[in-house]
């Protein structure tokens, strides 16, 4: 009887030890999906604030790496158009709803707009940024660079080494980023 009692004990000490060691396990888990969603929410954010940046820069006279577009883009910039110079504010704008979308994804206040409508919008960021700008052109403009395609004169030869060495790599890691901070969103939310 006493020897049964005592397994009885030992039984329970542990189940409440294998108790608890899943609710460390499952709070570590749940912690560690955190830390991956604000990082990679926080990194989009800080992506796409740095894009807009440039498109402020653009906007506001700056001439320092304009050339690094297409001359098509490049010669009204420089020229200041008024109607590129509302495309460069415009874009800029549109760059930061982009962070304060990453934002969304990570932070409490976010929870105040539908889940759908969260993962609607960082879901067609993804598309746009990571595989369209992203993924797509940096092919498009790889081929072009080697010779296997044509390249537009409105784009030009220099534009193009600029778009496979920082332009569409740039929309590539926005777009990874994004991925990433939609993903944990939508296994946490």
């Known amino acids: 009887m006493q020897q049964e009692s005592g397994n009885r004990f030992i039984a329970g000490v542990k189940e409440r030890s ?13 912690l560690s ?6 990082w990679a929410g926080y990194a989009a954010c800080a992506w796409a604030v740095v894009f ?14 304009v050339n690094t577009n297409a001359p098509a883009i490049t010669k009204h910039v420089l020229a200041r158009d008024p109607g590129w110079i509302a495309i460069m504010w415009g874009t800029g704008a549109l760059k930061i709803i ?15 707009i539908p889940r759908w409508l969260l993962l609607t919008a960082a879901w ?5 940024m990571g595989i369209y700008e992203g993924g797509a052109s940096l092919i498009q403009h ?3 660079m080697v010779g296997a395609i044509g390249t537009p004169i409105g784009l030009g030869t220099t534009s193009v080494r600029w778009h496979v060495l920082l332009w569409d790599p740039w929309w590539l890691i926005g777009g990874i980023l ?4 939609a993903w944990e969103y ?4």
Do not use: D, K
Not at 186 to 189: A, E, F, G, L, V
């Open 18 to 30: 294998l108790r608890e060691e899943s609710r460390n396990t499952a709070s570590t888990v749940s």
């Open 33 to 38: 999906q955190s830390r991956t969603a604000h």
């Open 52 to 65: 807009a940046a440039v498109s402020f820069y653009w906007a506001i006279g700056g001439i320092a790496g």
């Open 98 to 112: 982009a962070g304060l979308l990453a934002l969304a994804l990570v932070r409490p206040w976010g929870r105040a």
């Open 124 to 128: 067609g960021a993804v598309a746009i």
């Open 142 to 144: 790889a081929l072009m």
């Open 178 to 181: 994004f991925g990433i901070a």
């Open 186 to 189: 939508r296994r946490t939310s």
